[in-house]
């Protein structure tokens, strides 16, 4: 058995079964529902009930609605079940301005060698606390000391209570040597989060282009996630920009994507190929221009691209000679060389 919940203002429907909260079904379902900590603590996921029978099958901490809201209908949404179709009023989560910025401890739950200098780590959040985040956007790791080291988020938010990086090894770095050769599973860190306007808009219908370059495949992954999880339909085109094929660290899922989607297509450009990769007969050359070289019009196209400032930057004036927007350009520029 089901129930229908139709949300106030934005008119989004979404179905929610016997036995889930209004919350869960709303992230499976790829709404953009304000929530925290997801277990009835923080308040963040209120709602307010405007027709339509619920029933909290859970507690929920009781400071978290004033006798008001009580008798307003307004709702608990992580702890409350429909028992009926809904009519709900929320504020959806558009933007960045509507997410809090919180600093909370991750435990490390999986590290994974997935190319000889990448690692990906996967934190958990404690219970009571739960990221919100949008496709794309990054976190950052407090060190001691308060050094910061600032990673992309790799996955979608519809399965926010993990948080998947994407680490290059920067030798002599502060962060990434420790990770690669001493960091154990189970680890406690500490994150602030999230952080930047670099974020999927899911409400274009344009077509999108995403070019990353190197370990800017982490945001890419995230949003192309949170693109099928939406059932989004836009002719979708993914150029993936390293130096050698063996770089393409997570080249069979971006193969994977391009056979189970017809909108979405995956380009894989080497720009240094070596003599390990002889039988390489895909692209080569700068990412960027392999995106010109397919594009002669990009005036009605949103890009997304993520990677080295020297890839950005000549990405950015490339893009703009053949009519991208300034405003249908998204990207997220981050050092590689340096001290991460
Ligand atoms: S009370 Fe925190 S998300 Fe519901």
């Known amino acids: 058995m089901s129930n229908r919940v139709q949300l106030q203002p934005s008119g989004n429907e979404f179905e929610v079964s016997d036995g889930e909260t209004i919350l869960d079904a709303a992230l499976e379902h790829g709404v953009s529902f304000p929530y925290g900590c997801q277990n009835g603590f923080c308040g963040v996921c209120k709602a307010r009930i405007v027709s339509g029978e619920y029933e909290y099958q859970d507690k929920y901490n009781a400071q978290s ?178 130096r050698s094929e063996q770089d393409l660290y997570l080249n069979e899922l971006a193969t994977e994507w391009a056979a189970t989607y017809e909108n979405i297509s995956y380009i894989p450009v080497l720009s240094d190929p070596g003599v390990i990769d002889q039988g390489w007969e895909g692209r080569t050359g700068f990412v960027h221009q392999a995106v010109v070289d397919d594009h002669s019009d990009l005036s009605a196209v949103d890009l997304y691209m993520a990677g080295p400032p020297i890839m950005v930057n000549a990405g950015k004036s490339a893009f703009n000679a053949i009519g991208l927007a300034e405003d249908h350009l998204y990207s997220d520029s981050f050092e590689v060389a340096g001290e991460s």
Request: with cysteine.
């Open 65 to 242: 609605l004033t006798e008001d809201e009580l008798a307003n209908n307004v709702v608990i949404c992580c702890k409350a079940e429909a028992r009926s179709d809904l009519v709900v009023e929320v504020h959806e989560v558009v933007g960045v301005e509507d997410i809090e910025v919180r600093t909370m401890p991750v435990k490390v739950s999986k590290i994974e060698r997935l190319a000889d200098d990448v690692i990906r780590l996967n934190l958990r959040q404690s219970e009571d606390e739960s990221l919100q985040f949008l496709a794309g956007q990054y976190i950052e790791v407090i060190l001691e000391g308060g050094h910061r080291r600032a990673f992309s988020i790799a996955n979608a938010p519809h399965n926010s209570s993990e948080i998947e990086l994407h680490l290059r090894l920067v030798s002599g770095g502060l962060f990434t040597p420790y990770v690669f050769n001493e960091m154990k599973e189970k680890e406690i860190l500490r994150i602030e989060g999230p952080l930047g306007t670099f974020f999927l808009r899911e409400d274009s219908d344009w077509d999108v282009v995403m070019v990353a370059g190197g370990t800017g495949f982490a945001p890419i992954k995230g949003m192309v996630e949170h693109m099928i999880e939406l059932g989004m339909e836009n002719p979708l085109k993914i150029y993936w920009g390293v």
